[in-house]
């Protein structure tokens, strides 16, 4: 543009210069009226010309420089037209990361919910272990206690029996004390005392005497079974410690399986209350990455929304290029139309100014011719005025 205007600048100067000089040559070389008129009019019609010529420049450079603006707007029209394209890339490619970002989380999320169901059935599997191993435990210690139930029971019917026995045998030795003095009483006495009473003592003694003799036939069976239950009695006892001992191995056993079972009871205490808190832990985090993913999904929806209002604003803006870029083939086929008429008229503009310039140098040369006789009249006058003054000297 200011190149344009530098040039359209020097040919309006060239336009005066030209102007100046026509009229300084049309003054010069006009010797009457008729000439100066005709002198004066073909300076006018050069003048006219060159005018128009310099207007048909004008308003091609002015074409030009609108062409070139059209130009510069379709390629700032093409640079935004990339820029929304490259935005639209940016955008699709972090909606496809997001896209990702929110699979990758749901298969975390998957994965967690499937340690805490296994970690569930872990818990409920020591639980129903832990169950059946105190209802063992509980069963264990209730035998345990019913077998020293028994032997305790058994301790005390030895003993009752124990204590029958003694009384029995007391009995039967103050039975033998009381019988031994009767007895001699009756020997003692049955000469004193009649026969009545001495037949009476007599059936009485023999009335004890049997008694005694069944008496002692009683203790006799009552020693056998008292032997015969003592030694039962010594292998039921031997029996009854080998089942104690046998009981007290039992009872260390479940009293150390106890231990064991309280021990591993603990641990599954300790371990149920690790895998609480670990569910916790994956809940919080199942919690926060369902937040997450809500976050992300709302990212994605906004993200979409964006994608298609972008869309929108590029058929908008892809419809006003065309527009624009419709209405600009329009303006350059008329500006083509009129560079080419303007072509025209400029090569048309061009041969008239060859022949004002045909003119102008034809009126130069009437110039130069109409100065060299100016001289020459000059000269002469100067040598005639000369000669005057040397005739008048003289």
Do not use: W
Not at 47 to 66: G, Q
Request: glycine residues 2%.
């Amino acid at each position: 543009m200011p190149r344009d205007l530098t040039r359209t600048e020097a040919l309006e100067r060239e336009l005066l210069r030209a102007l100046d000089r026509c009229e300084r040559n049309a003054m010069r070389t006009s010797t009457s009226t008729s000439k100066r008129r005709d002198v004066d009019s073909q300076a006018f019609r050069d003048v006219s010309n060159f005018k128009s010529h310099i207007d048909d420049e004008i308003t091609r450079h002015d074409d030009d420089a609108r062409a070139h603006v059209h130009s510069m707007e379709l390629n700032a029209l093409a640079i935004a037209l990339a820029r929304r394209d490259a935005e639209l890339s940016a955008v699709h490619r972090e909606m496809i990361e997001l896209r990702g970002a929110l699979e990758r989380a749901s298969g975390d999320a998957e994965a967690r919910a499937r340690d805490v169901a296994t970690s569930t059935m872990t818990i409920d599997a020591l639980t129903i272990e832990l169950d059946t191993e105190r209802r063992v435990s509980i069963d264990t210690a209730e035998a345990l206690e019913r077998a020293i139930e028994r032997a305790s029971r058994t301790s005390e019917r030895e003993k009752a029996l124990e204590e029958a026995l003694e009384v029995e045998r007391a009995r039967r030795r103050r039975a033998e004390r009381d019988v031994a003095p009767a007895r001699e009483r009756g020997r003692k006495e049955g000469a004193i005392e009649g026969e009545s009473k001495a037949a009476a003592m007599m059936g009485v003694i023999e009335g004890l005497e049997k008694e005694l003799e069944r008496v002692r036939g009683r203790l006799r069976r009552r020693d056998d079974d008292a032997a015969a239950g003592d030694a039962e009695r010594r292998r039921e006892r031997d029996a009854r410690d080998v089942e104690r001992e046998t009981l007290r191995e039992e009872v260390r056993t479940l009293e150390s399986e106890r231990e064991r079972l309280r021990a591993s009871l603990k641990a599954a205490y300790d371990a149920n209350a690790s895998l609480k808190a670990t569910c916790e832990r994956n809940a919080d985090r199942s919690r926060a990455e369902a937040a997450r993913r809500v976050e992300l999904a709302e990212r994605v929806v906004t993200l979409e929304r964006r994608i298609d209002d972008m869309r929108a604003q590029h058929l908008d803006a892809e419809l006003g290029y065309k527009t624009r870029l419709e209405k600009t083939l329009e303006d350059l086929r008329s500006s083509r139309n009129e560079v080419v008429s303007e072509s025209k008229a400029r090569r048309e503009a061009e041969a008239e100014l060859e022949r004002a310039k045909s003119a102008l140098e034809s009126a130069e040369t009437r110039e130069r011719r109409v100065a060299e006789a100016l001289e020459h009249t000059k000269s002469a006058r100067t040598r005639i005025e000369k000669a005057y003054y040397d005739a008048d000297r003289r």
